[in-house]
Nanobody, 126 residues
Framework: QVQLVESGGGLVQAGGSLRLSCAASGRTWSVYRIGWFRQAPGKEREFVSTISWSGSGAYRDYADSVKGRFTISRDNARNMVYLQMNSLKPEDTAVYYC?????????????????WGQGTQVTVSS
C-alpha cells in the first residue's frame, strides 16, 4: 500500500497562485507515476497532471486546460510531489487529489491509479 496526503489548498483570487503538496509513504518503491486529478461539484474527476516517480529524466504530462499555468515536480528524497498552480481561474475550483499508479495504464487514465489521497480544496474567486 501507498499512503498519500495532500496539502496546500485554499482560497485565492483569480490570477493568483497556490502550490499543492503530496506526501507519499509506505511502499513507494512500487510507484510508477504520481498524478493530480481534480473534481468540481457535479462533475467527473478529471486528469490534471502526472509525473514519473523514479529515474533521472522525469516524464510529465498535463491536461490542455492547465498547460502553461501548472507545473508538476517531485522530490524523491522527501517522497514529495508538488503542483505549482499559477494564473488560477475560477474554473480551476475543485477538490484536488493526488494518486499513485503502480501498474500499467495511460498516464491520464483515472483507472490506472489505484492509491488516492483524501483531497484538498482549491477555491478561486473571481
Amino acid at each position: 500500500q501507498v499512503q498519500l496526503v495532500e496539502s496546500g489548498g485554499g482560497l485565492v483570487q483569480a490570477g493568483g497562485s497556490l502550490r499543492l503538496s503530496c506526501a507519499a509513504s509506505g511502499r513507494t518503491w512500487s510507484v510508477y507515476r504520481i498524478g493530480w486529478f481534480r473534481q468540481a461539484p457535479g462533475k467527473e474527476r478529471e486528469f490534471v497532471s502526472t509525473i514519473s516517480w523514479s529515474g533521472s529524466g522525469a516524464y510529465r504530462d498535463y491536461a490542455d486546460s492547465v498547460k502553461g499555468r501548472f507545473t508538476i515536480s517531485r522530490d524523491n528524497a522527501r517522497n514529495m510531489v508538488y503542483l505549482q498552480m499559477n494564473s488560477l481561474k475560477p474554473e480551476d475550483t475543485a477538490v484536488y487529489y493526488c494518486a499513485a499508479q503502480r501498474g500499467s495504464g495511460g498516464p491520464a487514465t483515472r483507472a490506472a491509479y489505484d492509491q488516492w489521497g483524501q483531497g484538498t480544496q482549491v477555491t478561486v474567486s473571481s
